[in-house]
């Protein structure tokens, strides 16, 4: 088993960076292919990065390529976010999530572990 918990979310404006970061507790951490969606008010669950167990491929969504990063530090048992040129269009809840089969999906289902979510606003 494995609980996330994300923190770093916060207000901020267009064009301003915020680092999200999803500490992970249980031993199957590192077995985890790890990834980030985000749900806006009224909208579906998106996928917007991942990264495989090793942090040896990784991928992003095509609408925030060039301005996130995903990154994992499996000594800490941390995934990392690193948003830049935040626009209004990012405002969401981010949730963490882990896939105990080690693969990267865009898809929810198959996530085995989600955290509660961390609110990003970005104010124009």
């Known amino acids: 088993q494995v609980q996330l918990v994300e923190s770093g979310g916060g207000l901020v404006q267009v064009g301003g960076s915020l680092r999200l970061s999803c500490a992970a507790s249980g031993p199957t951490f590192n077995d985890c292919s790890m990834a980030w969606f985000r749900q806006a008010p009224g909208s579906e669950r998106e996928f917007v990065a991942g990264?495989?167990?090793?942090?040896?491929?990784?991928d992003v969504t095509d609408s925030v390529k060039g301005r996130f990063t995903i990154s994992r530090d499996n000594a800490k048992n941390t995934v990392y976010l690193q948003m830049n040129n935040l626009k209004p269009e990012d405002t969401a809840v981010y949730y963490c999530?882990?896939?105990?089969?080690?693969?990267?999906?865009?898809?929810?289902?198959?996530?085995?572990?989600w955290g509660q979510g961390t609110q990003v606003t970005v104010s124009s």
């Open positions: 990264i495989t167990r090793g942090g040896e491929r990784t």
């Open positions: 999530a882990g896939n105990r089969g080690g693969l990267l999906h865009r898809i929810i289902l198959p996530y085995d572990y």
